[in-house]
């Protein structure tokens, strides 16, 4: 596994009732609009997808111009100009 699967997977934690939902004391992978956190979908049934690969989804983004990627507590990837 890769450090950004390692990352993308770290912070997400099983639910009975949910699957897999965001453990808030955890860093990850995570998108950051209008300076909110996005929740990620972390289900692989839900998108067609290789195996061994992982798909992160995030909606609804309320303000597409302010979109920021952070990678752990250090990255931070501004997706926009």
Do not use: W
């Not at 450090?3 to 004391?25: A, G, I, M, P, W």
């Not at 300076?35 to 289900?43: A, L, N, Q, R, Y």
């Amino acid at each position: 596994m890769s450090k950004l699967e390692h990352k993308f997977l770290y912070s997400r934690k099983s639910d009975k009732e949910y699957c897999y939902h965001v453990d808030n004391k955890k860093s990850g992978v995570f998108l950051k609009s209008a300076d909110e956190k996005v929740v990620p979908i972390f289900s692989k049934g839900e998108v067609e997808s290789a195996k061994d690969e992982y798909i992160m989804i995030f909606a609804p983004v309320k303000d597409r111009q302010d979109c920021i990627l952070e990678v752990g507590n250090d990255i931070k990837i501004p997706l926009t100009k």
